[in-house]
């Protein structure tokens, strides 16, 4: 991993330093839009819908546009002169029990490395957080944002867990959830039996993204069958701020990433006699093209 930033915790006269690293990444695999009968690149272009000219990015601006329709560009000057923090200190604002801390309003994790000779004052401050069950909120400055966050702990390890603010977090208000229910106990007592049927240990490494592995299979197959173009030259040439687009696959993806869920449910048996099915079909196109 990489240091995307280094900085320390503060809170009173203590000060941690420590190196700070994003603690998730996606496992999506990047597909592009292209041309169906050639593999060539299809890419967007930026177009002015006054004058209909293309627009490089060097000239374009921000703007904000009000209830009325009003628009208000905002140039880049504009935005430099905003005060923006660039302090590297992540400030403890207060504890506060762990319990307290809402799930929904939890957002980007990152990983906090000692960054100093002895890693005393980051083992302390992580003993104490566990010790006392409390989960520090901070002030930090991230790309010249000024963020809340959690500082909590995960194992051995201090995470830093940045936090919406309040005004980000729509109510739930459901007129239908407003009438009175009755719940009887028998039906409580079913319910319960139910859960409890269910009930095991949470382990995140039994569950897999089948449909990335899926994807990733029909990837491989398509490439082993010969179904490519050679369009190296239209994604060579890659323009500024372009990025790979997840998109939607046909139905028959959906329908294998079905067939799989449907195979783990059936034992290891019926998983094996779809593949080998699953197998058969592919080969079966691959003639017919």
């Keep these: 991993m990489r240091s995307i930033w280094k900085g320390a915790v503060t809170f009173g006269l203590v000060n941690?330093?420590?190196?700070?690293?994003?603690?998730?990444?996606?496992?999506?695999?990047?597909?592009?839009?292209?041309?169906?009968?050639?593999?060539?690149?299809?890419?967007?272009?930026?177009?002015c819908e006054i004058d209909?000219?293309?627009?490089?990015?060097?000239?374009?601006?921000?703007?904000?546009?009000?209830?009325?329709?009003?628009?208000?560009?905002?140039?880049?000057?504009?935005?430099d002169a905003l005060p923006a923090e660039k302090s590297r200190e992540i400030d403890v604002v207060e504890f506060v029990p762990t319990e307290q801390i809402d799930l929904l309003t939890l957002d980007r994790a990152y990983y906090l490395e000692p960054d100093s000779k002895s890693p005393k004052a980051y083992v302390l401050l992580r003993?104490?957080?566990?010790?006392?069950?409390?989960?520090a909120i901070v002030r930090f400055t991230l790309r010249q944002k000024t963020r809340l966050a959690a500082l909590r702990v995960r194992g051995d390890v201090l995470v830093l867990q940045t936090l919406l603010w309040a005004d980000e977090v729509r109510e739930a208000a459901f007129p239908s959830l407003d009438e009175d229910v009755k719940?009887?106990?028998k039906e409580l007592e079913l319910s319960?039996?139910?859960?409890?049927?269910?009930?095991?240990?949470?382990?995140?490494?039994?569950?897999?993204?089948?449909?990335?592995?899926?994807?990733?299979?029909?990837?491989?197959?398509?490439?082993?069958?010969?179904?490519?173009?050679?369009?190296?030259?239209?994604?060579a040439e890659e323009g500024a701020g372009d990025g790979g687009e997840v998109i939607d696959l046909m139905e028959a993806l959906r329908a294998s990433v079905e067939r799989s869920k449907a195979a783990r449910a059936g034992g290891k048996k019926d998983a094996g006699k779809k593949d080998t099915e699953k197998s058969g079909k592919s080969g079966g196109r691959k003639k017919a093209s």
């Design 16 to 47: 941690v330093p420590v190196k700070v690293y994003s603690a998730t990444e996606d496992h999506d695999i990047s597909l592009h839009q292209v041309h169906a009968e050639d593999g060539g690149r299809i890419r967007y272009q930026r177009v």
């Design 52 to 79: 209909g000219e293309t627009v490089p990015y060097s000239d374009i601006d921000r703007a904000y546009v009000d209830d009325d329709g009003q628009t208000v560009v905002l140039t880049k000057k504009d935005l």
């Design 127 to 135: 003993r104490t957080l566990e010790q006392t069950e409390r989960t």
């Design 183 to 185: 719940i009887s106990d």
């Design 192 to 235: 319960a039996s139910l859960v409890d049927s269910y009930s095991s240990d949470f382990d995140p490494e039994s569950f897999v993204d089948e449909y990335q592995k899926e994807l990733r299979t029909l990837i491989d197959a398509k490439i082993k069958a010969g179904e490519t173009f050679d369009a190296a030259e239209t994604f």
